[in-house]
Structures are given as C-alpha cells and as structure tokens.
T-cell receptor
Framework: GQNIDQPTEMTATEGAIVQINCTYQ??????LFWYQQHAGEAPTFLSY????GLEEKGRFSSFLSRSKGYSYLLLKELQMKDSASYLC???????????FGQGTTLQVKP | GAVVSQHPSWVICKSGTSVKIECRSL??????MFWYRQFPKQSLMLMAT?????????EQGVEKDKFLINHASLTLSTLTVTSAHPEDSSFYIC????????????FGPGTRLTVL
C-alpha cells in the first residue's frame, strides 16, 4: 500500500527555524516533493529530492533518506507569511502522478 | 514559468445538476494532466490522470461515470461532475507538467464547488 505521514500541526516563532518531517511507504519511489499551500489556494512547488541528501533553496531546505523512507523540510528565518500548509508528496512511479501526505499546518507566531 | 488555469474559480449548483470544470495549460502543451480533490483541512487526493487523445485513468474508488474527464487537446482537460450531490462539494485542482519539467508539477488555482 501507499502511506505518507506528516504531523498535522506545528507552531513556531517568527525568526526561528522549523523542521517538518515526512515518512513514506510506497510501492515504488521516483522522487519526493514538498509543496506550500495557503488556505483556499493551489499548492506551489518548493522542492524536489530524488537522491539522498540535502537540497538547499534560499530559506528552505529539503532532505531525503531513501533507505529510511524519510524526508524533512527545513524552514529558516521564519516569516509570518510562512504560515501555511506544507504537503509532502511522493511520485511512486514514472507515470508522474503524485501521492500526497495529509499536510502539516504551520502557524508562525510573532 | 508554466501557467495552468482553471475555470470557473468557484461554482454553486443545485443537487442533481452537472458541472463542467476546465483546466488549461496556457503556455505549454500537456499530454498528461492530473485531477485532484481536496476536502476542507485535508490533503489532495488524486482522482484521475487525464491523457490527451485517450481515456482517463481513474484512481481506485473514483466513479468514472460520475466524474467524466475529456482531454481533447494538448492544452485543455475538462472534468464534469454529473448529477452532483452535496457530498461532491469540494476544491477541485488540476495539474500538469510541461515538457522537460518532469520534476515539477504546476497546479491550477483550483475550483471551489458547492452543491446545494
């Protein structure tokens, strides 16, 4: 079966660092994606990992360990506008379709 | 960057009517598009893969006769919710990947469907 787990909610303080974890068990693996979604809007692409290691992109970094079925999204220097849902998604095959986790709602407080 | 549009952005309809939602790739051709559904405070659930010129591939549990998908051109896929009921009220989102952008899916802005 396919299973992707993320924490449901997280809270952090403006200016701090937060790490959002994602574990997955899928029938295949062809890449892991992180998306940001504000309420009522479509998801926007943040990062993509297919090999083990850390991918850094400005304030956002994403890490992948394929042997552990584990990824995390690291957000640095948090801003109020980072309050959103963060979706972990796995591409389990070469068909392109994505399987999404339930999403983590991050609330950034002053 | 690649742009995907959806129309309408929101629609309210009566129970029993049919609603058509359009998904367009504005600056690229997409042989494959994906349709998702998202209920409040839940994540995206893939409904079907729309293939240009052929039948859509539906995920398990999605009724193909209720959610009709037509991908008649390389820039347009439509999702028709037939005989809509209140439980079909949801946020419907499509996505597509431009050629050469295999590692990134671009999402449309979504369509909010409310069935009374």
């Amino acid at each position: 079966g396919q299973n992707i787990d993320q924490p449901t909610e997280m809270t952090a303080t403006e200016g701090a660092i937060v790490q959002i974890n994602c574990t997955y068990q899928t029938s295949g693996f062809n890449g892991l994606f992180w998306y940001q979604q504000h309420a009522g809007e479509a998801p926007t692409f943040l990062s993509y990992n297919v090999l083990d290691g850390l991918e850094e992109k400005g304030r956002f970094s994403s890490f992948l360990s394929r042997s552990k079925g584990y990824s995390y999204l690291l957000l640095k220097e948090l801003q109020m506008k980072d309050s959103a849902s963060y979706l972990c998604a796995v591409r389990a095959s070469n068909t392109g379709k994505l399987i999404f986790g339930q999403g983590t709602t991050l609330q950034v407080k002053p | 960057g690649a742009v995907v549009s959806q129309h309408p952005s929101w629609v309210i309809c009566k129970s029993g009517t049919s609603v058509k939602i359009e998904c367009r790739s504005l600056d690229f051709q997409a042989t494959t598009m994906f349709w998702y559904r998202q209920f409040p405070k839940q994540s995206l659930m893939l409904m079907a893969t729309s293939n240009e010129g052929s039948k859509a591939t539906y995920e398990q549990g999605v009724e193909k006769d209720k959610f009709l998908i037509n991908h008649a051109s390389l820039t347009l896929s439509t999702l028709t919710v037939t005989s809509a009921h209140p439980e079909d009220s949801s946020f419907y989102i499509c996505s597509a990947s431009p050629p050469g952008f295999y590692n990134e899916q671009f999402f449309g802005p979504g369509t909010r469907l409310t069935v009374l």
